[in-house]
């Protein structure tokens, strides 16, 4: 279900183009065949709920996992056999916080640069140049160990960055991260992008995704579901209008009698005793409302939500929206 064809010849090619990109795992394919492409200066975001098959991809595409099928190409040129000699073109940050916890942040930092074979002098500015963009100089002489987990997190993100790489793969990079740092993170990784590097980024946020990202692909049970612009997927959700209400009762009991009665609607329950009212029609709120009343339920709120990435997820993967935004206490997978 791939929308977009790679780019015919005289243009620029990919920043990455991957093809038939297949990982088994024992009783588990984690990687069934994926396809898509990232384009030079975009941030893409790949998308999916937790088991889906994101860190294994990062994984194959940057030569710490062997797939058993497909292609990789970096920039227009094929490393799929050779991926170690495509390693000076992206940097990566793991899903975890992978520097070492004895050294500061600033010889982390410049381990890293001696592992690219960065000179002395170059690495000093690189890093210190890192550390004030990462906020970081005020912690640079600390113990790694000793970071909190949003200030490790922005670490790591310079540590990928060190070698100046043309592309960034990013692993759940805000996971487990305070709402603050998260801020600064996104903040961060859309300067990186303005000033031109290419950035792949999982997430199972869709939020985030629809902030960040230019073009997002979903992956579910390892299958590239659907691959798109943000924009163009939200603008085919636009003629859609939502309207949530707020109930004193939870309306799982009402559901059917709604459904039987307003046929035209969409009826979706939501915790917190809230319910969605979908429609590609306007919405007429009376009706409902004094149906509602007349069954105990009173209607306490109603507000209308802008058709979001997460009602496109649902629509594309008819997977249930919970699955992928009620890991918001930061839990990984
Ligand atoms: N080293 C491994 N051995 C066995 N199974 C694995 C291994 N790594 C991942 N898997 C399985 O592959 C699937 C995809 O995992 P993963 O890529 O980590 O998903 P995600 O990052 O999207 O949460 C899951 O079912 C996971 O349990
Ligand atoms: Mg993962």
Known sequence: MIEESQPGPGETPPALAVSGLAKRFDDVQAVDGADFIVRPGE???????????????IKLLTGLARPDAGSIAYFGADFT???????????????????????????????CAALYGIGR????????ELLERFGLDYAAG??????????GRRLCIAAALVHRPRLLFLDEPTTGIDVPNAREIRRMLAGLAADGTTIFLTTHYIE???????????????????QAAVEKLLDGARDRRIIELQLDTAPE??????SEHFPTNRWEPRAGKRLRLISTAEIELAPPVAFLAERGAAVLEARRLRPS????????????????????????G
């Open 43 to 57: 941030v893409f975001g790949f998308l999916g709920p937790n088991g889906a098959g994101k860190t294994t991809t």
């Open 81 to 111: 056999r050779r991926l170690k000699a495509a390693q000076h073109l992206f940097g990566v940050v793991a899903d975890g916080n992978n520097l070492y916890p004895e050294l500061t942040g600033r010889e982390n930092l410049e381990f």
């Open 121 to 128: 002098a170059e690495a000093r500015n690189r890093v210190e």
């Open 142 to 151: 600390r113990r790694f160990g000793g970071y909190s987990r949003g200030m």
């Open 208 to 226: 985030e995704a629809e902030r960040l990202c230019d073009r997002v692909a979903f992956i579910v049970a390892g299958r590239i579901v659907r």
């Open 253 to 258: 009991p009402l559901l059917s009698a709604l």
């Open 309 to 332: 990435l997460e009602e496109v997820f649902v629509e594309v993967t008819g997977l249930a929206a919970e699955r992928l935004s009620a890991e918001k206490g930061g839990r990984r």
